[in-house]
């Protein structure tokens, strides 16, 4: 607060200075300016399309998809047993003889958060670069 000391009978009156107000408000503005871009994410997620038509696919695939599976006795590769340490060889190997890196992942409800998680490590470092969660189709509702 500033004073305006003049040789008038008022004496002293008070006036506000409100420089530093604008300087404070000011560098405020440009903080949020700066910061509010950065608080913006994004998830990125791919959905299937609807397909019109009604009849199933034909199952003659030579090359069945590449299912991974956590159970709690360990990790299962297409209904075959793999130990974890052997898994990512044996995906570059199932890899190395396909065009896509694309792979589904289901986890059993007893696996631990964590099993799963290394289990998914160790197929994303076995060249999967596309990992697919395979869930419950939805319960219809009443």
Known sequence: MA????????GVRPSINVTPLVDVVLVLLIIFMVITPLLSKQFYLHTAKKDENKDPPAQNDPKPPVVLTARAGGAYLNADKI???????KLRRVFAARNEYMLFFAAEDDVPFG???KIMDAARGGGALTIAVVTDPPKPSP
């Open 3 to 10: 004073f305006d000391v003049g040789g008038s009978k008022e």
């Open 83 to 89: 130990p974890l340490e052997e898994l990512g060889d």
């Open 115 to 117: 099993e799963a998680m």
